[in-house]
Structure formats: C-alpha cells, structure tokens
C-alpha cells in the first residue's frame, strides 16, 4: 500500500526530554494546522522508552525508539528515512510553536512557491524565557580562516529590527524547513559530527546550489537558556573536534590549511590555557583529546 502523502512532516529527535517534547507535541496541537502533516519523534536512546510513553499519550505521531544514541544528524536522519511530506520542518523537542502557527508556516511555504531557488529556511528564533529576547534572526558567513561568525540578533530584546527576510549563509538547527526535494538531491545530514557544527555542514552543501533564507514572519520559541551556563566536558571535546571536521570538509586548499593552523595552534591552544588557569582539567583533557580526534579522522579517506 502506499504511504499517504503529507504537506509537511514535523521531525523532532528526543533523548531523555519526555517533558520538552509533550510540550512540543502539544503546541503543534493547539496551532490547530490547516495542512496535511505528520509528526515524527525519534526517542533518540533515551535511558528508558519514552517514545512508547509518548504514543499512548499522542496516538498520532509515527517514529520509534532507537537504543543507540545517535546524535543530532543521526537521529533526524532515521525520522527522514520515514517521512513522506512534501517538506521537512526540523524541531528541536525543547521548542513550542505559537499560536499562529498555521498562518506563518503557511507564509514560510509560499517561500518556496515562488522562488525556486530557494533551499531552505529558519524562522527568528525567540528563548521562551525571558519572554522578548532573540535566539536567532539571521547569521553572516564564518569567516574563511579563524572559522568565527555572529548570530544576528543575539540576546537583544525584539522590537521590530530584524522583521525583514534574508538571504543567510546557515540555517538553525532548532528550527529548519526544507523541500524533501532538496534533501533527496543533496543527501542526508553527515552523522560524522554527532554534537554540534551538523547543521552547518549540511547548511553549506545545501547553499552550494540553493539560497537559504530566514524568515522574519515566522518564529518559534526555544527553551534554551539564554544565560552563558556551565560547559560540559563532553561540549568541550566535540565543539574541539568538530571545529576541525568542519574546517577540512568545508575549506580546501591553502585556506584549509591555514584554518586547521589557526585552530589548533591558537584557538584550541587558548582554550587550553584558559582551563589550565582556572583548573579545569576535565576541560583541559577534552580540549586535548578533541584535537587529536580531529587529526586522526584526517588520516581517513572518507570524512563523509
């Protein structure tokens, strides 16, 4: 039998957030959509089933529970394996659509209806607290060599001066919408990341051929905090690491060189130093260990 077509399909990947993803499940229920869709939760190796929880609670989502976690790409690559819309909205489980969900997601399709060329787009990204703060509203390009960017609209308060649309270099991973299309054409997410830089990756290999866009008439609210917090050593190593990976996939020639340089010899010395200073030696361990992590996948022949 064939599978039902849908206009969009949802895509969160839980793992141990039982809490955040009913509250997601729920605000796309009270959106009250006016299009066809399908709602996708990979339980992304949580320490116990949640996505059986999760069906008796919301008979209406499809996914599964994997035992393995595996991250970020992995675990939305297994809900693109059972999608069948016309578009993929990709949703952190920590956030929660707005009320009016139906009219701007709406807006954000027509997007695609009339410029072809258009490969995907994020919405302005709004933290859920404190209530008026932006997440996200746009991005410029990183930079060639020292891999540094900003994240427009970081942390101000929203009065109305990003409510213009955009073409940007990558989209959020808390929130994208893409054309299956494009997806089936440039491929999946690379899982070689696992925490961190997979969306930037997959932004660029999308942006070889396609725009993306943010669109300011849409948003979300995302339940990340907006203060600092503390750094897990775990973040520690996999922001190293990736910093590399991304560096060696996405520059070539003299720039990558130059950029793999500048990361190791600066960036993550710096860092070194710094949790040296304040005796972070877990921090000190992951800053070495993500290093040689990244110089080892180079040795592969595939960083695919």
């Given at each position: 039998m064939k599978s039902?077509?849908?206009?969009?399909?949802?895509?969160?990947?839980?793992?141990?957030?039982?809490?955040?993803?009913i509250s997601l499940l729920e605000s796309i229920l009270d959106a009250r959509l006016s299009f066809t869709y399908e709602v996708i939760v990979i339980d992304n190796g949580s320490l116990k089933n949640e996505y059986s929880l999760l069906k008796h609670q919301f008979p209406f989502i499809k996914g599964y529970y994997n035992e393995v976690n595996l991250g970020f790409a992995g675990g939305n690559n297994l809900g693109l394996e059972i999608?069948?819309?016309?578009?993929?909205?990709?949703?952190?489980?920590?956030?929660?659509?707005?009320?009016?969900?139906?009219?701007?997601?709406?807006?954000?399709?027509?997007?695609?209806?009339?410029?072809s060329l258009v490969?995907?787009?994020?919405?302005?990204?709004?933290?859920y607290q404190p209530e008026g703060m932006?997440?996200?509203?746009?991005?410029?390009?990183?930079?060639?060599?020292?891999l540094r960017?900003?994240?427009?609209?970081?942390?101000?308060?929203?009065?109305?001066?990003?409510?213009?649309?955009?073409?940007?270099?990558?989209?959020?991973?808390?929130?994208m919408l893409v054309p299956n299309r494009?997806?089936?054409?440039?491929?999946?997410?690379s899982e070689l990341f696992f925490l961190y830089y997979e969306e930037l990756d997959w932004s660029c290999r999308i942006n070889k051929k396609y725009q993306l866009v943010y669109f300011a008439d849409a948003h979300i609210y995302h339940k990340e905090s907006a203060s600092t917090g503390?750094?897990?050593?775990?973040?520690?190593?996999?922001?190293?690491?990736?910093?590399?990976?991304?560096?060696?996939?996405n520059r070539s020639g003299?720039?990558?060189?130059?950029?793999?340089?500048?990361?190791?010899?600066?960036?993550?010395?710096?860092?070194?130093?710094?949790?040296?200073?304040?005796?972070?030696?877990?921090?000190?361990?992951?800053?070495?260990?993500?290093?040689?992590?990244?110089?080892?996948l180079f040795c592969k022949k595939n960083l695919s």
């Open positions: 039902e077509l849908y206009k969009i399909s949802f895509i969160t990947v839980n793992f141990n957030g039982l809490a955040d993803t999608a069948n819309g016309e578009f993929i909205y990709f949703l952190n489980n920590d956030t929660l659509l707005p009320k009016n969900a139906d009219s701007e997601i709406l807006s954000m399709l027509e997007v695609f209806a009339r410029h490969g995907g787009v994020s919405p302005k990204i709004m933290y932006i997440q996200f509203a746009g991005c410029t390009p990183l930079t060639s060599i020292t960017n900003k994240q427009i609209g970081y942390r101000e308060r929203d009065s109305g001066q990003y409510n213009n649309c955009a073409e940007i270099p990558y989209l959020h991973g808390a929130a494009i997806i089936k054409e440039i491929g999946m997410m503390r750094e897990s050593p775990l973040k520690t190593f996999y922001l190293t690491r990736n910093r590399l990976l991304f560096a060696y996939r003299l720039q990558r060189i130059l950029a793999i340089l500048y990361l190791i010899g600066i960036a993550n010395s710096t860092r070194l130093i710094k949790f040296v200073f304040l005796g972070m030696w877990r921090h000190v361990r992951a800053v070495g260990l993500g290093t040689w992590s990244g110089i080892k």
